[in-house]
């Protein structure tokens, strides 16, 4: 059984990594970033003001913690998410980070999403702030300090197939040392 865990900011390309290597290695796939588009679907808001939201009510991040920790405990599954590291890092065989420099990000964010750059520019800023501010006070988790990760990856002057032959090429050395699959 193995778990993998992918991390990073909004627009890294975890989610589109994430998918890949379940994929690829034949593991269930399971998305934070996911349930919390749920969550602001059923209430009927945007991410962003569900993010603000989420800052005074800590019940909408334990709600996805929980789910992410209850799939990671099942095995044989790849879970992405901007916290989810962090909160499986004793159950994942592997600590993926992927990043890349903000304007990069909300460039993807902006066609992705197909909206202007200056909205999503607005929006990755209310989503990291928020997300800095309670990750800090619900889990006193500081999310620039990656040291739990096995392997942090820049992945702006690297396309996807790129980042995936090099998340990959990582995990499968590694399986083969750990013997996890």
Do not use: C
């Not at 909408?60 to 405990?73: C, M, P, T």
């Not at 929006?123 to 006070?137: D, G, L, P, S």
């Not at 990856?153 to 013997?179: A, G, P, W, Y």
Request: no cysteine.
């Amino acid at each position: 059984m193995v778990v993998i865990a992918i991390s990073g900011p909004p627009g890294s390309g975890k989610t589109t990594i994430a998918k890949l290597v379940a994929e690829y290695f034949k593991l269930n796939y399971f998305s934070a970033g996911r349930v919390f588009r749920e969550i602001a679907s059923m209430r009927g808001v945007s991410i962003e003001e569900l993010s603000i939201i989420a800052e005074k009510d800590p019940s909408i991040d334990l709600e996805i913690d929980k789910r992410s920790y209850e799939e990671a405990l099942k095995g044989n599954v790849v879970l992405d998410g901007h916290l989810t590291a962090w909160i499986v890092k004793d159950i994942a065989d592997f600590k993926i980070y992927l990043t890349a420099p903000l304007l990069i990000r909300v460039s993807r964010i902006s066609k992705r999403d197909n909206i202007s750059f200056e909205q999503a520019f607005r929006q990755t800023i209310i989503r990291e702030n928020t997300q800095w501010k309670r990750f800090i006070e619900y889990y006193g988790i500081d999310t620039r300090d990656l040291s739990i990760f096995n392997l942090v990856l820049d992945v702006s002057m690297i396309n996807i197939e790129e980042t995936f032959n090099i998340v990959r090429e990582f995990i499968e050395k590694n399986l083969k040392s750990k013997q996890v699959i």
